[in-house]
């Protein structure tokens, strides 16, 4: 996996306090340390993050209207971000510079109830200041289908599809 260094800035940890509704009396002046999950926004120093943007190459962007960048091809045709969780083994604080290292967790399969299999995928991100000490641990839980099922468009005669139906992924 992969191993990336992010400083903690006061005015990054403005930004993304705003971005997420907090008040600037909450974490606006740095002194309060970070909001619970600011160690997500991390990512965009990772130069494997699929996300980020990268000079000379498309970017999907966020937009509705994305820049031409395909989306990677997976089993089921997409994946779901299923879960996030946060372990804090102290603070995070303005001016701490944290590596962060994922490693892969666990990985188990369940039957979908549409037919098909989902497999579960877990990325656990450990994030340690200069000195080495543990400062959070990450967890996330993806799930991939192993097929995509067609769904019933509303307004389908007797369920079927109508001409604009759409397709979910099996459950």
Same mark, same amino acid.
């Given at each position: ?75 089921? $045709? @997409? %994946? #779901? ?8 083994? /102290? ?5 701490? *510079?944290? +590596? =962060? ?13 549409? $037919? @098909? %299999? #989902? ?8 994030? /340690? ?5 543990? *400062?959070? +641990? =990450? ?33």
């Amino acid at each position: 996996m992969s191993t990336y260094t992010f400083p903690v800035e006061a005015g990054a940890v403005l930004l993304f306090s705003r971005a997420v509704g907090y008040p600037d009396s909450a974490y606006g002046d740095g002194t309060a340390g970070a909001p619970p999950t600011f160690t997500q926004s991390g990512a965009q120093f990772d130069p494997e993050f699929h996300l980020r943007p990268k000079y000379g190459e498309p970017w999907r962007g966020s937009g509705r209207t994305p820049s031409g960048l395909p989306i990677p091809a997976t089993p089921g $045709g @997409g %994946s #779901l971000h299923a879960e996030q969780s946060y372990e804090y083994h /102290r603070p995070v604080r303005v001016g701490d *510079v944290l +590596t =962060a290292v994922q490693i892969p967790g666990k990985e188990w399969e369940k039957a979908g109830r549409r $037919g @098909g %299999s #989902l497999t579960f995928r877990e990325t656990i991100t450990e994030f /340690r200041d200069a000195t080495g000490e543990l *400062v959070v +641990t =990450a967890r996330s839980v993806v799930v991939i289908p192993s097929k995509v099922v067609e769904s019933p468009a509303e307004g389908g005669a007797n369920g079927a599809p109508s001409a604009e139906g759409s397709a979910a992924v099996a459950q």
